[in-house]
């Protein structure tokens, strides 16, 4: 059985590898409004979705070439493996204000949180999950592009304090912050309980938190002028640049990483993620690692009854019933997962990971706020 450790600790150099660009890209494009066509040619950049929310970034070609196929979950392109890239935007020279924002949602930002200011700005330094070490590397080797990401985020919330939540014993800091130090402890990297170590309190209405990878995308948008196409991700104890839509195949080709009959192969954390269904399947915004699970190193996650033996209750750092929470969800009962407090669920993972019978509360969690949400019924 394999060991899981909590720790967030780095313990991996600080480079960033890249990728070969793969023969075609699948970008997936479930639930996003399509602005590429099957037998189009795109250029490095091109925009070929949007998010259909108010603040969601839109979404772009990572690699120039010919859109081949479309259908409800994937737009494929095949590469051309040619330079053609879209015209930078002179984003850094625009005053802050409503055209700013526009055009870091253009080029890929997701913009909710610059939306309307706030007193106290919190920059969530701490590497994600157990194995990802995204967020360190990029405080240690990339703080010129994190200082030009910070200063746009401040011109348009105009925070009073801005405080940096960083691991204690770590010397990395980022100008124009105030550090913070807490236990580098799985789970307490997660907004939640970041905001709740570094004010103290659980609810803050006048405090925003952004992730440092957040911080890094606006930054280089901000440098280069160009859409966020690819995301950095730690894989086997190593950091690489992976452009969207890579698909895992690819990767784990590129790394002579072995996938055995009954492995599962996760995107995410170890306690976050989720086995992806196809090695065809392309890496999305916000994936920031991958681990091959080979088979018996966990019990298996399956649809079994709850015997009530408590230990997702004792294990949530919500404070939450997750047992409850995940029978009325698997019963589509959802708005009585409702009022068992499932959006003050932060997905951690814990309660599914310590399950004494393996169910998949998290997947049943996930799956109830995603139909609340595509029914309109909640954010
Ligand atoms: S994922 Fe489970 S343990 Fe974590 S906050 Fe949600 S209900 Fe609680
Ligand atoms: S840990 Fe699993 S079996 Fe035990 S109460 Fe929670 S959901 Fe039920």
Redesign the pocket.
């Known amino acids: 059985m394999l060991k899981i450790h909590y720790s967030l600790e780095s313990d991996v150099q600080n480079v960033i590898h890249d990728i070969a660009a793969p023969s075609e890209i699948n970008i997936q494009v479930r639930n996003l409004v399509l602005k590429a066509k099957k037998g189009q040619s795109v250029a490095r950049g091109d925009m070929i979705a949007e998010h259909p929310s108010k603040f969601g970034g839109a979404y772009h070609a990572s690699v120039s070439g010919k859109a081949t196929k479309v259908n409800y979950h994937h737009l494929t392109i095949e590469c051309d493996h040619k330079e053609n890239s879209v015209e930078p935007v002179d984003v850094k020279s625009m005053g802050p204000g409503k055209d700013l924002q526009r055009t870091l949602q253009e080029l890929g930002i997701d913009v909710a949180p610059l939306s309307s200011r706030c007193g106290q700005l919190i920059i969530n330094g701490l590497n994600p999950e157990p194995g990802i070490f995204v967020a360190e590397l990029l405080l240690e080797c990339e703080n010129d592009i994190l200082e030009v990401g910070l200063n746009i985020v401040k011109s348009l919330v105009h925070p009073v304090h801005t405080k940096l939540a960083v691991a204690k014993k770590t010397s990395a800091t980022l100008s124009g912050t105030e550090s913070v130090f807490v236990k580098p402890k799985y789970p307490n990297s997660l907004n939640a309980l970041v905001i709740k170590a570094v004010t103290g309190k659980e609810f803050c209405d006048d405090t925003k938190i952004m992730s440092i990878m957040d911080i890094y995308n606006i930054g280089l948008v901000a440098k280069t002028g160009l859409p966020v196409t690819d995301t950095i991700m730690t894989i086997s104890g190593h950091n690489y640049r992976v452009p969207f839509g890579t698909p895992i195949r690819h990767l784990l080709n590129e790394l002579d990483m072995t996938v055995k009959s009954g492995d599962k192969v996760v995107l995410g954390g170890p306690f976050r993620g989720e086995a992806v269904y196809s090695l065809d399947e392309g890496v999305k915004k916000g994936d920031h690692g991958l681990f091959i699970i080979s088979t018996g190193q966990f019990p298996s996650v399956e649809d079994a009854t709850c015997i009530n033996c408590g230990e997702?209750v004792l294990?949530?750092?919500?404070r939450?019933l997750?047992n409850m929470?995940s029978r009325y969800a698997e019963y589509e009962r959802f708005e009585m997962a409702e009022k068992y407090d499932l959006h003050s669920?932060?997905?951690?993972?814990?309660?599914?990971f310590n399950c004494t019978v393996r169910r998949p509360?998290?997947q049943y969690?996930r799956f109830a706020k995603d139909q609340l949400r595509i029914s309109g019924k909640a954010e």
């Not at 294990?315 to 919500?318: G, H, I």
């Open positions: 997702c294990s949530c750092p919500a939450i997750p929470i669920c932060f997905e951690c993972g814990l309660c599914s509360i998290l969690i």
